[in-house]
C-alpha cells in the first residue's frame, strides 16, 4: 500500500492494469481474423467487379454480333436468288450474241429481238438496283479473289497473267463475290 498526499491509504491492487505483453496477442489474434476475413471480402469484391465487366463486355460484343448478322441477313438475303439468276442472264446474253446481222436485219425476227434486248437491260436494272454488279476482266491482271482462270493462252501481245479472254462473267453482290470470271489469262510466248 502507498498514501497518497492527503495521508490516506491506496490500495495498489484496485489501481487499473494495463495490458501485459501477455494480454496484446489475444487482443491482436481477435482483430487478425476480421482483417483477413475484410480482405477476403474485399478480393472476392474485386473479382466480382472484373467478372461483371467482361460479363457487361461480352454482352456488348454479342449485341454487335447479332445486330451485324441482322444487317447482313437484310443485305444479302438475296444472295442464293441472285446467283441463280446469273444464269438466265447469261442464257439471255449468249441468245442475243448468237444472233447474226443478217437475222438482226431480218423484219420477221426483229420484234422478238427487241424484246430480248428489252428484257437484258431490265434485268440489268434490276441487277444494279439490287447492288449486283458485274466483275471487270479483259486486260486486267488475274486477281484470284475475283477471277478463275480457266486456261493459259500464249500471247507476245498482253503481259504474262493479264486476262485476255472471258468465257464466263463474273458478279459482285455489294462487296461479295457472288460467281468468280472465268477467264483465259496469257502467258509468255
Do not use: C
Not at 89 to 94: E, Q, S, T, V, Y
Not at 114 to 140: D, P, Q
Amino acid at each position: 500500500m502507498t498514501t497518497q498526499e492527503n495521508d490516506t491509504p491506496v490500495d495498489d491492487s484496485a489501481t487499473p492494469e494495463t495490458p501485459t505483453a501477455t494480454d496484446a496477442p489475444e487482443a491482436v489474434a481477435t482483430e487478425q481474423p476480421e482483417n483477413d476475413e475484410v480482405a477476403q471480402l474485399h478480393e472476392q469484391i474485386a473479382g466480382l467487379q472484373q467478372d461483371l465487366l467482361y460479363a457487361r463486355a461480352e454482352t456488348q460484343n454479342v449485341r454487335r454480333r447479332g445486330e451485324k448478322e441482322v444487317a447482313d441477313a437484310h443485305a444479302y438475303a438475296a444472295t442464293k436468288f441472285a446467283r441463280d439468276i446469273l444464269s438466265v442472264a447469261d442464257n439471255l446474253g449468249r441468245a442475243l450474241a448468237a444472233l447474226s446481222d443478217e437475222q438482226r436485219a431480218s423484219d420477221a425476227i426483229k420484234p422478238l429481238i427487241t424484246g430480248l434486248e428489252a428484257t437484258e437491260r431490265e434485268l440489268l436494272g434490276v441487277f444494279e438496283r439490287n447492288g449486283i454488279t458485274r466483275i471487270a476482266a479483259i486486260g486486267l491482271p488475274l486477281d484470284p479473289n475475283q477471277h478463275q482462270a480457266m486456261l493459259e493462252i500464249p500471247s507476245s501481245e498482253a503481259e504474262p497473267g493479264t486476262i485476255v479472254q472471258e468465257m464466263q462473267a463474273g458478279y459482285m453482290m455489294k462487296d461479295r463475290l457472288l460467281r468468280p470470271a472465268m477467264v483465259a489469262v496469257a502467258k509468255a510466248g
